[in-house]
């Protein structure tokens, strides 16, 4: 299996504290990986760093196209998702709560609509070329609103959906732009097992049939041990092990950064 | 260069007063989050109770120096009791809410307080006959004699005396202390005890303490104010608070400085009715650059 | 009532009238006038009791009424009557809006003056318009719209008067003009955060002002423009005697010559305007960039992860309400025949803004209550000049803080999957 990211000596230091600290490793394409660590360990640091968030301050982080590889560094703010294909999901849901769960997902596809739109001359002039692209759009969400069991749901404002709901519109949202690598910080936190188990179907889902690279922040263990494919361990800024979800569970530096050791 | 030493001896004096302006609205910029529009109509009313108690005073036959005194207590007890009340008024209720809301009721109270005085004393203009003249000339042989006015030294040394205690204030009182807590974190604070009501009227009275005294000095350094007076001098003193960094108290002040210093360096060299663009102009020129100002604290938000 | 609450009432009054006491001792009570060259104090103590009364008696009663809340629910529950009907009528009430506004000016009772008030009002609505697509719809805080007002208004006057070109001509090159200097200003200052953008475009406002004030060679300075071109009905003039080869407009349908006929003319001018800008808002907040503009206002930073680009789809809201902005310019520089900068000051911003806050962010209908609200309350205290103002702040802060999210803040998905579900 070819890799889809890698990561090479990434270090990113605020002022005095190094929050990441020469950190390498690979995810491949179709596969889940998954980061965990204690608090603080640096992940959502290493997201951030992948995203265009922060700028970090040594190392490379490479995503392999078709055409070739491209450095993350050089795109920053809206051109990580627009030109890089990486999308992400945050910690703290962030969803467009007045909007409906529809608008939600149309606004991610908003950069195909804008051009279909003619740059909004076409849409003022209600020509048919945009309306339908702009159905094929709603067709598009309503393909993913099928699959996590929203659809009845389109037109609800998003912010009124019960938690389980709201993350996992977050996550179809993010699909929405056809990424090639999708970046879930901690998709996992506040969901009851049962949730957590549609969750697992999702990520299953995803990686099977839109042959995305998910790369996942989590703590909860069901859903790491449950689908990962590959396990990145970090502490203090360090990656500390790194290897198959059973192989993470039995090795024994995991256990000692997160158990502690008998003095 | 004489002329020179002058624009800067002026500068510092309409520095001062801006700075002092100033820290009022970066104060409660850092406690809630919202610029106090009508902070500038504050200011006009330390001006007017200023005004009012001098003539009542002057009246009486005593002596400068207490009346100085007396007239700056008593502008700093009238004043904060507006700035008290406006914040209970018009502010308290909206803290929740989504951040245009404080905003606009801040218009608000601005176009209320500044019609109001309008009304209770008249449109027009109220001068005053200079209380404080004479001062200390220098360069007397050169062309241009620079002149640095008593009163001019007086505000200069009374906002290096108000920002001393005030920074004492601030930094090693329990007051202080509280006060930097709610900035950070109101929700915490409030849990761990702290009387956030109390703290947040307490921030709006120093600043509205601080303005009226800024009020006075101007009455005695233009003589002659209106109704009109707080609108200008609080855009220019906000835009102070954020080149020297919101949130920042000293910054305030070197905010003011620089701001009283290119208004006066423009209006002696470049253009006198231009002067007031200056400070704009400045302002977004600086925001380009440094969007949270010289000394701001970066604003990292939390992803 | 409890004795202990009647007690707790009398101290919270007596403390509210201390308050009171100092709040408008001095500013009230001690009046200063002008006598020679000095002031003199003239007392003026019977206002103040009567005021501090006022506001004892009044904290009195809110102390009495705060167990049972009535009032407050009254209203708010009044409020979200407004919308609710609002918002299922609304085809219908738009509807009837615009007959009432089309046959306005052939109803009995509307003389000059009420053609006055409700052009007035238009303008404003038109305007109000304009700034939801920046602030309402995008959230960006632009406290300086009346620059594009201003440019609107001095590059019509200008071009007027220099090229003598027609209504239909000049207003839209204005109104690019104005888009243009919506782009100007906005590339640099789109980035900032709410707060200091606010503050920088009031300082643009002020700018312009300054600049239109002070540059004598272009602007003429306070004495402003005049001698703009009226208007005319597609080429014919709305004069008593009209010039050489031209003929009159009440000349040409039969009719006696009455000025009226051009003030109803500009009615319907700005009507046709401002409902060319509603339709245009409407239209747009169901596109892909309408849509980004109130996903930016809602989070950003879930924006830019979507791909979204911030700083194009604000620039993009910031140009075009200022294109309209200028429009509304162009309309005001026709409809006065002349232009100075004091009709283009900071309160007009800040009137605008008030408008589209207080009608509820994004809401058009609101937009136009507001306007109505507003400008209706400050019609009716014409004669108490400066009171109204105090009535006109008055009603911002109290609207505010009674219903922070304006008053009819509903907002109905822009494109539905299901369809009207009734």
């Not at chain 1, 703290?92 to 908003?110: C, D, G, T, Y």
């Not at chain 2, 700093?76 to 008290?84: D, E, K, S």
């Amino acid at each position: 299996m070819s890799n889809l990211l890698s990561v090479e000596n990434l270090t990113m230091q605020f002022g005095g504290l190094t929050a990441i600290d020469n950190l390498s490793f690979d995810a491949k394409n179709n596969e889940i990986t998954s980061i965990i660590g204690p608090n603080g360990a640096g992940k959502t640091t290493v997201f951030n760093c992948l995203t265009g968030f922060y700028k970090p301050t040594n190392g490379q982080m490479f995503l392999h196209k078709d055409e070739g590889k491209i450095s993350l560094r050089k795109y920053t703010d809206f051109k990580i998702a627009h030109v890089a294909k990486v999308a992400r999901t945050f910690q703290n849901i962030r969803l467009f709560p007045a909007m409906s769960v529809l608008e939600n997902l149309l606004v991610a596809q908003h950069n195909e609509l804008m051009v279909a739109s003619g740059y909004s001359f076409f849409g003022l002039l209600n020509l048919k070329s945009y309306r339908d692209k702009e159905q094929l759009a709603i067709d598009k969400a309503r393909y993913w609103l099928d699959i996590i069991g929203l659809t009845n749901r389109a037109d609800d404002n998003s912010g009124d959906l019960p938690y389980g709901d709201q993350r996992k519109l977050e996550i179809v949202r993010a699909m929405c732009i056809e990424p090639k690598l999708l970046c879930l910080d901690e998709p996992a936190a506040g969901l009851n097992p049962k949730e957590s188990a549609e969750l697992n179907k999702l990520l299953k889902f995803i990686k099977k049939e839109k042959k995305t690279g998910i790369l996942l922040i989590e703590h909860d263990m069901s859903v790491v041990m449950g689908i990962s494919d590959h396990v990145v361990v970090l502490n203090y800024g360090k990656k500390i092990f790194e290897g198959t979800a059973d192989q993470t569970k039995n090795s024994k530096e995991v256990i000692e950064a997160y158990l502690g050791v008998d003095e | 260069m004489e002329y020179f030493i002058q624009q800067l001896v002026n500068g510092i004096t309409l520095g001062s007063i801006y700075g002092l302006i100033a820290i009022g609205y970066t104060m409660v910029y850092g406690i809630i989050g919202m610029i106090n529009f009508a902070h500038g109509d504050i200011f006009m009313i330390g001006a007017f109770v200023a005004l009012i108690s001098f003539i009542i005073f002057g009246l009486t036959g005593v002596a400068l120096p207490i009346i100085l005194l007396l007239v700056l207590l008593i502008a700093m007890l009238f004043t904060a009791c507006y700035g008290w009340t406006v914040e209970k008024l018009a502010y308290k209720p909206l803290r929740g809410s989504f951040r245009l809301a404080p905003l606009i009721s801040a218009l608000g109270m601005s176009i209320v307080l500044q019609n109001y005085v309008q009304v209770a004393q008249g449109a027009r203009v109220k001068p005053m006959q200079p209380l404080i003249s004479g001062g200390l000339e220098f360069f007397k042989n050169s062309e241009f004699v620079v002149t640095v006015s008593y009163l001019q030294i007086f505000i200069v040394v009374l906002t290096v005396i108000l920002m001393g205690i005030f920074t004492y204030l601030i930094t090693k009182t329990d007051l202080g202390r509280a006060q930097r807590a709610c900035e950070q974190d109101r929700t915490m604070t409030a849990l761990l005890g702290i009387n956030v009501d109390r703290t947040i009227s307490i921030t709006f009275i120093i600043g509205s303490s601080l303005a009226s005294v800024a009020g006075m000095m101007f009455v005695l350094y233009y003589g002659v104010i209106d109704f009109y007076i707080g609108f200008l001098a609080g855009i220019k003193a906000f835009t102070a608070a954020v080149l020297g960094g919101i949130g920042s108290l000293p910054g305030a002040m070197l905010g003011g400085l620089l701001i009283g210093l290119i208004e006066t360096f423009w209006a002696g060299y470049v253009s006198l009715e231009y002067k007031d663009v200056a400070a704009f102009s400045v302002l977004i020129v600086v925001l380009i650059f440094f969007p949270t100002g010289f000394l701001g604290k970066p604003d990292i938000e939390k992803v | 009532m409890e004795k202990k609450d009647i007690i707790q009432s009398v101290k919270d009054s007596l403390f509210t009238g201390i308050i009171a006491l100092a709040l408008f001792g001095p500013i009230v009570g001690l009046r200063t006038a002008s006598k020679g060259e000095g002031l003199f104090i003239t007392p003026q103590w019977g206002i103040v009791f009567i005021l501090v009364g006022l506001c004892i008696f009044g904290r009195f009663l809110i102390n009495l009424n705060s167990a049972r809340k009535t009032e407050f629910t009254f209203l708010s529950k009044f409020t979200s009557k407004l919308s609710s009907v609002t918002e299922e009528k609304a085809k219908h009430l738009a509807i009837t809006a615009i007959l009432f506004a089309t046959v306005f000016p052939f109803l009995p009772f509307t003389d000059r003056y009420f053609m006055d008030v409700a052009i007035m009002i238009l303008t404003y609505i038109m305007l109000g318009w304009g700034l939801n697509i920046v602030v309402g719809l995008a959230g960006l805080l632009d406290l300086g719209y009346v620059a594009f007002y201003a440019v609107g208004a001095y590059s019509y006057a200008l071009i007027a008067t220099t090229f003598g070109w027609s209504f239909w001509i000049c207003l839209p090159l204005a109104g690019i003009f104005a888009a243009f200097f919506g782009i100007l200003l906005g590339f640099p200052v789109l980035r900032l955060r709410g707060d200091y953008l606010a503050i920088v475009t009031l300082g643009f406002g002020e700018i312009i002002r300054i600049v239109l004030i002070n540059w004598y060679e272009v602007t003429n300075g306070p004495d402003g423009i005049t001698g703009i071109p009226r208007p005319s009905f597609f080429g014919l003039p709305f004069k008593r005697s009209p010039d050489e080869g031209e003929v009159s407009f009440h000349t040409f349908f039969n009719l006696e010559y009455s000025t009226m006929h051009r003030i109803i003319f500009l009615y319907y001018l700005i009507l046709v305007l401002a409902l060319i800008t509603n339709y245009f808002t409407l239209k747009i907040r169901k596109l892909p960039v309408g849509r980004a503009w109130e996903a930016l206002r809602e989070d950003e930073i879930a924006c830019k992860s979507l791909g979204v680009n911030p700083t194009n789809t604000k620039l993009t809201a910031f140009a075009i309400g200022a294109m309209f902005g200028g429009f509304a310019g162009s309309f005001f520089a026709t409809r006065q025949a002349f232009v100075s900068p004091e009709s283009f000051t900071f309160i007009e911003s800040a009137i605008i803004v008030a408008i589209v806050v207080l009608g509820g962010m994004g809401s058009q209908t609101g937009v136009v209550l507001a306007s109505i609200f507003l400008i209706g309350i400050t019609e009716m205290f014409r004669d108490l000049e400066q009171y109204r103002m105090i009535a006109f702040g008055g009603a911002m802060v109290l609207i505010m803080v009674f219903k922070p999210k304006g008053i009819l803040a509903n907002r109905k998905p822009t494109i539905l999957m299901h369809g009207d579900k009734k």
